[in-house]
């Protein structure tokens, strides 16, 4: 009898602290989640901000000449993610360049990237959605480059590399962190005044739509695309470049 209730006590024990480490690990899954959910502060909010991501849907994003992002873009924990698992072409099937449902035109973005390794994509700005004239976002919109400079053979390229305003200005100097690791990365744009940061640091600036904009436009790969780099307002864009990439914490404020 002795024994019976020893053994009942000890089963009844070990079942709660199992259900005791299932809670506190709930517990941590739930903290892990909402910890990655990309919420502005307070000061940012009264400071103008505003957030391009809920970090939950792709609301606020479409796929470029359509109505809705395509599902090879997923948010997952605060992280927007473009899964590279089915190819199409050079691109992904059922992905494509994304772009947000509002145009802006003086700005300072702001956004957190990743590339898988030897991976590339780009951010894309002042887009111009006509998709009749404009197959894709980069035919009218200056990029920022994405990439893994360790592997991809665009890092081979001059212009072509992490945080370059891409075949136009080398950036400098070069504070990309390794692929799989977070980078920051932030675009200033106001009144032709142009200014990229990575990583807390300035590595670009540059005046655009001048006569020195149109010289540099003309001696790139973007010569025969008389409209490219002309827009002063216009969407911005994710690039689907056939690689896993992950974006998260993306927010702009209105200059």
């Known amino acids: 009898m002795v024994r019976t209730i020893l053994m009942i006590a000890a089963v009844s024990y070990f079942a709660s602290c199992n259900n005791e480490s299932e809670k506190s690990t709930q517990s941590s899954d739930t903290t892990t ?5 990309p919420l502005l502060t307070q000061v940012e909010i009264n400071d103008g901000w505003i957030s391009l991501f809920d970090g939950q849907s792709t609301k606020g994003w479409h ?3 359509g109505t809705t992002a395509g599902t090879a873009w997923k948010a997952e ?15 992904i099937k059922d992905g494509g360049d994304i772009v947000s449902d509002e145009e802006f035109e003086n700005f300072h973005f702001k956004v957190e990237w990743k590339i898988d390794t030897c991976g590339n994509s780009g951010i894309i700005f002042n887009v111009n959605e006509d998709t009749v004239k404009y197959k894709y976002p980069w035919m009218t919109g200056p990029e920022m480059q994405v990439l893994d400079n360790s592997c991809h053979p ?8 992490a945080a370059d305003l891409y075949d136009l200005i080398s950036s400098a100097p070069e504070t990309v962190k390794p692929a799989l ?4 990365a932030e675009i200033k744009s106001q009144n032709g005044l142009l200014e990229f940061y990575l990583n807390g640091t300035k590595v670009l600036t540059t005046t655009m739509w001048d006569e020195g904009w149109k010289k540099m436009i003309a001696g790139s790969k973007f010569k025969a695309m008389k409209d490219f780099g002309t827009y002063k307002k216009g969407r911005i864009a ?14 702009i404020k209105k200059l």
Not at 80 to 87: E, I, R, Y
Not at 154 to 161: F, G, M, V, W
Not at 241 to 250: A, E, K, L, P
């Open 181 to 184: 690791e977070w980078n920051l």
């Open 238 to 251: 994710l690039q689907d470049h056939g690689n896993h990439v992950w974006y998260r914490n993306i927010k």
């Open 33 to 37: 989640t909402m910890s990655a959910a």
């Open 63 to 65: 796929r470029y000449g």
């Open 154 to 161: 665009d890092a081979k390229i001059n212009k072509h590399r």
């Open 77 to 91: 924990n605060g992280v927007l993610h473009l899964d590279a698992s089915q190819k199409d072409n050079w691109q």
